[in-house]
């Protein structure tokens, strides 16, 4: 979530939890470093891309963004690349395209669950298998 705090003389300033909230439940989950990992994150938000800070800060190595739409994919993955100071290598692809081997992690930042949005069916995806 976004967070903005007043300060004295009407100064504002803004922070953004997303990161460190994810990197700290991660932190949990993944034992010490994950130094040379594999990450999938499916989606192409602003979850998405906090998700992928926190993986870089986590030692992740390489990510690839999954979308219906590729040039999607590939087009969030060029807007963030100058801030992940070249620690992590990500790649656009589509769900037929991507490829699981080594993946060690899959971070759903999509709104599918939520609500009324449905789950889909996985049993054909690449991550069944």
Same mark, same amino acid.
């Given at each position: 979530?976004?967070?903005?705090?007043?300060?004295?003389?009407?100064?504002?300033?803004?922070?953004?939890?997303?990161?460190?909230?994810?990197?700290?439940?991660?932190?949990?989950?993944?034992?010490? +470093?994950?130094? /040379?990992?594999?990450?999938?994150? @499916?989606?192409?938000?602003? $979850? %998405? =891309? !906090?998700?992928?800070? #926190?993986? +870089?800060?986590? /030692?992740?190595?390489?990510?690839? @963004?999954?979308?219906?739409? $590729? %040039? =999607? !994919?590939?087009?969030? #993955?060029?807007?963030?690349?100058?801030?992940?100071?070249?620690? @992590?290598?990500?790649?656009?692809?589509?769900?037929?395209?991507?490829?699981?081997?080594?993946?060690?992690?899959?971070?759903?930042?999509?709104?599918?669950?939520?609500?009324?949005?449905?789950?889909?069916?996985?049993?054909?995806?690449?991550?069944?298998?």
């Amino acid at each position: 979530s976004n967070t903005v705090k007043i300060l004295e003389g009407d100064f504002l300033l803004a922070h953004n939890t997303d990161i460190g909230g994810f990197e700290d439940a991660l932190t949990e989950l993944v034992p010490g +470093k994950a130094i /040379g990992s594999f990450a999938a994150v @499916i989606g192409t938000g602003g $979850a %998405a =891309k !906090a998700a992928i800070l #926190a993986l +870089k800060n986590l /030692g992740f190595k390489s990510v690839a @963004i999954v979308s219906r739409d $590729a %040039a =999607k !994919a590939d087009a969030v #993955a060029r807007e963030i690349e100058p801030v992940l100071d070249g620690r @992590i290598k990500l790649k656009g692809t589509t769900w037929s395209d991507c490829s699981t081997e080594n993946v060690s992690l899959v971070v759903n930042s999509t709104p599918m669950g939520q609500g009324s949005v449905p789950v889909p069916d996985f049993s054909r995806s690449p991550v069944s298998r």
